[in-house]
């Protein structure tokens, strides 16, 4: 004789709609607690396909399967059962059409999933070298093209998406093409001020530099827009003096010329400097940075800084500096 659990996963998959959504609802609520969690745990060999399958119909009923597989997904061993059921690809499917009302529980979802390693192998389409990077394209074109300022952003989860990815090599490897041109398109969003945007944008930066031995001229080939998204949040908040900013870029030297809204979360700040440091470790990166006048800055940073996690990022990176030539340090006045 079936469970009660048992009856209600099989009324996910009832003709009527009234019962589907009135069995999803039930599932949905489960989710929420530790309890409902370990106890649709245990059927998720019928439960998963059949939250996926939801996932296509009208919103009244998606929405409480997505909510619920996002829950779900929190559990590893239920992501990783969704990715072997093929649920990043009906997830992207879905996400991609034109009637998605559920698009930021997709994404959410995606992220989730892409925690595990078999999960970002699935959205950068390692199997498949015809379609290789292509959900990456889509996701980055969309995060690009939406913004914070509106009442629901439902892209803006992308960004830890695209820090689940680069953390692995192929991820890393695909977001430095230069002919895709990704990695210019996801620094550019550095400049919005959603803290969760910011923080997608400098982690995701920092796991492309440990590729800066292989793949340094890609990451300076950007450099117009890599180096205030690394500098700028490490800079403190004073405004730089005339002699200061005539050794640095335009894009550097106008931003640190006026008042500025701090970077209040730490966690960016210390992932610029890791990156810096990943960059700086190679000798033609140490150049670049002289090159922007970037000891400068990071000194006055660490002036500012209050933070101890952050200011031991400031201590290493100068550590770093100070060890290393300093024949490659600008012997006269770079002229404005």
Request: net charge negative.
């Amino acid at each position: 004789m079936a469970t009660e659990m048992e009856e209600l996963v099989s009324f996910l998959a009832s003709p009527s709609p009234q019962i589907t959504k009135a069995a999803v609802d039930i599932v949905r609520g489960l989710t929420g607690s530790v309890e409902g969690l370990q106890s649709l745990a245990n059927y998720s060999n019928a439960l998963l396909p059949a939250l996926s399958r939801l996932l296509t119909l009208p919103k009244e009923v998606s929405e409480a399967a997505a909510e619920a597989l996002v829950n779900l997904s929190q559990n590893s061993s239920l992501a990783e059962a969704m990715v072997q059921l093929g649920l990043v690809k009906t997830t992207m499917d879905v996400l991609y059409k034109p009637e998605c009302g559920i698009a930021q529980l997709l994404v959410m979802l995606l992220v989730n999933l892409t925690q595990l390693d078999a999960g970002a192998a699935s959205v950068l389409q390692t199997e498949d070298e015809k379609v290789r990077g292509l959900y990456v394209m889509k996701l980055v074109r969309s995060f690009c093209r939406t913004t914070h300022e509106s009442d629901d952003d439902a892209f803006e989860h992308v960004g830890s998406i695209l820090v689940n990815i680069s953390k692995q090599r192929e991820g890393r490897k695909l977001l430095l093409d230069p002919k895709r041109g990704l990695l210019k398109q996801i620094i550019r969003q550095f400049d919005s001020n959603s803290t969760l945007r910011k923080k997608g944008v400098s982690g995701t930066i920092r796991n492309c530099c440990f590729e800066a031995e292989n793949q340094l001229q890609n990451l300076l080939l950007v450099s117009e827009f890599l180096w205030p998204a690394l500098l700028l949040p490490v800079a403190g908040n004073k405004i730089y003096s005339e002699l200061d900013r005539s050794k640095m870029p335009l894009e550097l030297g106008t931003a640190l010329s006026i008042e500025r809204e701090p970077v209040n979360d730490p966690e960016i700040r210390i992932q610029a400097l890791e990156a810096i440091y990943l960059i700086i470790l190679q000798d033609a990166g140490r150049r670049a940075f002289w090159s922007v006048n970037g000891p400068r800055i990071v000194q006055i940073g660490y002036e500012d800084e209050d933070d101890p996690k952050v200011m031991g990022a400031y201590e290493q990176l100068g550590s770093l500096l100070v060890h290393s030539s300093s024949a490659e340090e600008p012997s006269s006045e770079t002229t404005e």
